[in-house]
């Protein structure tokens, strides 16, 4: 495929929208090849491109209509306000997973009020997300967070730096990675997809590791559940992002392991995708 060498910003937006793209993808991957402002392309449209500017922007364009995540072409995503460094070891945070940030954050406002310091562990923390955007609505917590993949652990641990907000970083499974530890609150976003999704054909470019799970996606979910109250102290609540349809699924081993208040949220298109509960006090 050709480059768009001498062509202009606004020849460059439309050969991206060619290639199947979104106009405000193409305006952020050009503004990205060209380090200029999406503002200013706008303002620009017969400001020709350099020869250097042309060949990036058409390889992220390219990139782009292959279905690679905005995230990691541009290497960031904002999450719950935080500019977060996303690279392709670690999910691309969604929108969605601020429902049970938000969840988490009303429980340090209301039930926890006025107690501190808590402790606090995000189970699976990726790009470090959760445990970060908690930890900025919280700084005297202390806030925990844990991961099998030690290339998400490395990631979460620059943003953590970036961003000036300290987490306690642990390799392992689940709660095997924090032993000896319990904690007042532990937010989670765990793999939940089955096997056989067939939405898994469009999330080829984000780890495996970080979206499937066994047990037509329950496997994660229950081992985390069922083995909470032995790290938990009485009275902390547990909250796990999943499925659309698992709700029910998740509550009853919310149940079965003991929690009681087991309650859920929706998420952003209205489908209840977050399911908690609190140990007995
Ligand atoms: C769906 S991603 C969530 C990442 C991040 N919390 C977010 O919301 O963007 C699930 C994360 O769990 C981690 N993970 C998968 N299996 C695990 C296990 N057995 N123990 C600990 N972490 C695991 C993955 O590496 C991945 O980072």
Known sequence: MQGFDSGTVDAAVRQAQGLGL???DALLLLAEAMQRSRTW???????????SESSVALALFQQRA???PMAYLLGRREFHGLMLRVTPDVLDPRPDTETVVDWALEIMTSDFRGRAPLRLLDLGTGS?????ALKAAFPTSEVHACDASAAALEVARG????????LTLHAGHWWDAVPGLRFDLAVGNPP???EDDPHLAALVHEPLSALVAAEEGLADLGAIIRSAPAHLVPGAWLLLEHGHDQAPAVAARFESAGFV???HRRDLAGHTRCT???LPR
Do not use: F, K
């Open 276 to 278: 908690g509960g609190r």
């Open 192 to 194: 939940y997809i089955r």
């Open 41 to 51: 392309l706008i303002s620009h449209g017969e400001h020709a491109l350099t020869h």
């Open 128 to 132: 470090g997300a959760i445990a970060l």
């Open 22 to 24: 979104q106009r405000l």
């Open 159 to 166: 943003n953590a730096s970036a961003l000036g907000l300290p």
């Open 66 to 68: 292959e279905g690679v």
């Open 261 to 263: 208040e087991i309650d």
